[in-house]
T-cell receptor, first 115, second 115 residues
Framework: DTGVSQDPRHKITKRGQNVTFRCDPI?????LYWYRQTLGQGPEFLTY????????KSRLLSDRFSAERPKGSFSTLEIQRTEQGDSAMYLC?????????????FGPGTRLTVL | AQKVTQAQTEISVVEKEDVTLDCVYE???????LFWYKQPPSGELVFLIR??????QNEISGRYSWNFQKSTSSFNFTITASQVVDSAVYFC????????????FGPGTRLSVLP
């Protein structure tokens, strides 16, 4: 399977702990996105990488959130000092090419529960 | 500002009925792109279609068809002869050139196709 993969699929943590999620995009895709999706809502954009450069960050991405894509391949999203409001599905997507609007391919998501 | 509205929260139909999912968008840009995604119970978002603002031709793909009307800022999605496997949450999304890679998703419409 050469789709977008995410690890772990589920994470339960206690408030105040740090968590890190990993995303492996489709191998030839140079663009990578992180989204957050809460129950009954559509995905909300968090951040965007082109290769290893983080080019855009949403206002939703507080100082407790940090994302990296060190070699332009996989990416990690870390949440420090988790809060109950961070409970959500975290989605990763990737896309290819130089076009402005190429369709994104999504991974299965990591469901975070903060107790 | 950019916004996507999907006024129908939930729709139930009986198998073989036709169903239309509404999407209304707001943007000040003249160049923008519209998307539909399907999120089945398994959770992974699946790309269905992309449309750019310069192309108002309607499109048909099998049982799926899309009606793009700039005059009413709508991009509606019709499923003909619905099947149980069409049961999912469907999201409409918008990306405008002047908002970088920030894809804005609507809240989704949950479609239930009953046998």
């Amino acid at each position: 399977d050469t789709g977008v993969s995410q690890d772990p699929r589920h994470k339960i943590t206690k408030r105040g702990q740090n968590v890190t999620f990993r995303c492996d995009p489709i191998s030839e895709h140079n663009r990578l996105y992180w989204y957050r999706q809460t129950l009954g809502q559509g995905p909300e954009f968090l951040t965007y990488f082109q290769n290893e450069a983080q080019l855009e960050k949403s206002r939703l991405l507080s100082d407790r959130f940090s994302a990296e894509r060190p070699k332009g391949s996989f990416s990690t999203l870390e949440i420090q000092r988790t809060e109950q409001g961070d409970s959500a599905m975290y989605l990763c997507a990737s896309s290819s090419g130089t076009g402005l609007s190429n369709e994104q391919f999504f991974g299965p998501g990591t469901r975070l529960t903060v107790l | 500002a950019q916004k996507v509205t999907q006024a129908q929260t939930e729709i139930s139909v009986v198998e073989k009925e036709d169903v239309t999912l509404d999407c209304v968008y707001e943007t000040r840009d003249t160049t923008y792109y519209l998307f539909w995604y399907k999120q089945p119970p398994s959770g992974e978002l699946v790309f269905l279609i992309r449309r750019n603002s310069f192309d108002e031709q309607n499109e048909i793909s099998g049982r799926y068809s899309w009606n793009f009307q700039k005059s009413t800022s709508s991009f509606n999605f019709t499923i003909t002869a619905s099947q149980v496997v069409d049961s999912a949450v469907y999201f409409c999304a918008l990306k405008s050139d002047n908002y970088g890679q920030n894809f804005v998703f609507g809240p989704g419409t949950r479609l239930s196709v009953l046998p």
